[in-house]
C-alpha cells in the first residue's frame, strides 16, 4: 500500500484546508476493511493524533481540533479526507496520513500545514 497525501499548504488563523490522502497499490474490497487515520507532528514536538476513522464508520478527535475538524472517506476513491476550519498558529505541523489493515501499519510522506496568525 501507498499513501499519497496532498492539501497542505499556508493558511491565515481562521481558515480552511482540506487534506486528502488516496491509497494505492490495494484494491477496494480490501480498503474496505482498512482504519484510516491523520497524525500530526509540531517542530519539536512528538506525533499525534489528530482524527481516525475506522472501517466501521467510527470516528474520533483529538481534544483539541473537536468542532473544528472532520474526517470523511470516499471508498469508491479509496480516499480518506481531514477537512480543517477554524484553524489556529497551533495547527501547524506535517501532517500524516496513517493506515491500519490488521496488525500492519502504512504512512504516508506528510504534507505541510502552517497557520499564520
Known amino acids: 500500500v501507498q499513501l499519497q497525501a496532498s492539501g497542505g499548504g499556508l493558511v491565515q488563523a481562521g481558515g480552511s484546508l482540506r487534506l486528502s490522502c488516496k491509497a494505492s497499490?490495494?484494491?477496494?474490497?480490501?480498503?474496505?476493511?482498512?482504519?484510516m487515520a491523520w497524525y500530526r507532528q509540531a517542530p519539536g514536538k512528538q506525533r499525534e493524533l489528530v482524527a481516525s476513522?475506522?472501517?466501521?464508520?467510527?470516528?474520533n478527535f483529538a481534544d483539541s481540533v473537536k468542532g473544528r475538524f472532520t474526517i470523511s472517506r470516499d471508498n469508491n476513491k479509496k480516499t480518506v479526507f481531514l477537512q480543517m476550519n477554524d484553524l489556529q498558529p497551533s495547527d501547524t505541523a506535517v501532517y500524516y496520513c496513517?493506515?491500519?489493515?490488521?496488525?500492519?501499519?502504512?504512512w504516508g510522506q506528510g504534507t505541510e500545514v502552517t497557520v499564520s496568525s
Open positions: 496513517y493506515l491500519k489493515r490488521e496488525q500492519t501499519t502504512y
Open positions: 497499490r490495494t484494491i477496494l474490497s480490501v480498503f474496505l476493511g482498512d482504519d
Open positions: 476513522s475506522t472501517s466501521s464508520g467510527s470516528t
